[in-house]
């Protein structure tokens, strides 16, 4: 079966950085599509990044554009988020989650099949 098991959250200051990590396992991960989403408490869920595995095509929502980096590492089964010059509105659990068939960036999370417990980042001065 398919688990993702997210890392590298903590604690970081406004303007500082972190690198969030999403490891698989059951299966080779560069043939999944895999998304990172946020969901603060109380809050909806929402799309931060997705990167495509047929083309590895990158998608970031318009609120990380230029301060997240989405990427790869195949030999690690391993999909990262850079995240930085973080803002206190970044302060929020973080999760990775892929989809049961083939799709390609942007994939909202209604048809995510398997997710990550998530990993919290704290963003505070």
């Known amino acids: 079966q398919l688990q993702l098991v997210e890392s590298g959250g903590g604690l970081v200051q406004p303007g500082g950085s972190l690198r969030l990590s999403c490891a698989a396992s059951?299966?080779?991960?560069?043939?999944?599509?895999i998304g990172w989403f946020r969901q603060a408490p109380g809050k909806e869920r929402e799309g931060v990044s997705c990167?495509?595995?047929?083309?590895?095509?990158?998608y970031y929502a318009d609120s990380v554009k230029g301060r997240f980096t989405i990427s790869r590492d195949n030999a690690k089964n391993t999909v990262y988020l850079q995240m930085s010059s973080l803002k206190p509105e970044d302060n929020t659990i973080y999760s990775c989650a892929a989809p049961n068939y083939y799709s390609a960036c942007p994939i909202p999370a209604d048809p995510m099949a398997h997710w990550g417990k998530g990993t919290l980042v704290t963003v505070s001065s």
């Open positions: 990167i495509s595995s047929y083309d590895g095509s990158t």
């Open positions: 059951g299966f080779t991960l560069d043939y999944y599509a």
